[in-house]
């Protein structure tokens, strides 16, 4: 009972700090000056660079950054600068875990999540899809997190792949931190913080949804190969 108790008093922990990052960064400013953004760079990193932390504010935290650089917080294009770059070298560490360490795991023939048919499915997937692919993860959370490594385990060219790596970081970072910058302190916007954060989260999880509902059935898709 006392584990659980802690577990969810730690999850709503979680969700306060997602839902009032824009608070809680200035608190983390005051704190820690300028070494906020070697914290800010090793969230971003870990939540692109490892499978075990997609749960990691990403879009939000993009978003809340710009929203404090528009108030002089930060530096807006060193902050952006400095999360590209990690989110450049966290999808690089990613994919060269899959491709050293995601093959082995997936030999277990009985597994239901690790299936070794799930690395043929993957090679198919990145095959059909291309390197747009790693692109359009970047604004999906979870996937965001999964994506560079599953590319690893499928072999994807790494020259391909650093390319289209280098090009969503970028993308991603400029389009939701600069969007925080621009419009994050609107009236409406910080009076209504927590609700636009919301927003972007369901709006990011949305596509995931829609692929998810769409290919569920079709055995082609490595989508529907995971929930069987």
């Given at each position: 009972?006392d584990v659980l108790n802690f577990l969810f ?128 993860a970047r604004f999906v959370p979870i996937i ?13 060219n790494y020259t391909k792949f650093i390319f ?65």
């Amino acid at each position: 009972m006392d584990v659980l108790n802690f577990l969810f008093s730690t999850f709503l922990q979680f969700v306060d700090f997602i839902l009032h990052l824009d608070k809680h960064l200035v608190e983390i400013v005051k704190e820690y000056g300028f070494w906020v953004y070697f914290i800010l760079f090793g969230i971003v990193f870990a939540e692109t660079g490892f499978v075990v932390t997609p749960f990691l504010p990403g879009d939000s935290l993009l978003f809340a950054c710009g929203a404090l650089a528009a108030t002089g917080g930060l530096n807006p294009h060193l902050i952006a600068a400095i999360l590209a770059l990690a989110a450049i070298l966290g999808d690089t560490v990613n994919y060269w875990l899959g491709h050293y360490i995601g093959a082995r795991i997936f030999k277990k023939e009985k597994s239901w999540f690790f299936n070794p048919a799930h690395l043929v499915r993957t090679q198919k997937f990145y095959d059909k899809h291309g390197g747009k692919t790693i692109i359009i993860a970047r604004f999906v959370p979870i996937i965001r997190t999964f994506a560079p490594f599953v590319a690893g385990i499928g072999s994807m060219n790494y020259t391909k792949f650093i390319f289209y790596n280098v090009t969503g970081a970028i993308l991603w970072v400029a389009i939701v931190l600069y969007a925080g910058f621009f419009f994050g302190n609107l009236e409406i916007v910080k009076n209504n913080f927590s609700l636009v954060i919301i927003s972007i989260i369901i709006i990011s999880v949305l596509p995931a949804v829609y692929e998810f509902l769409k290919h569920r059935n079709d055995p082609e898709d490595p989508v529907s190969l995971v929930n069987k």
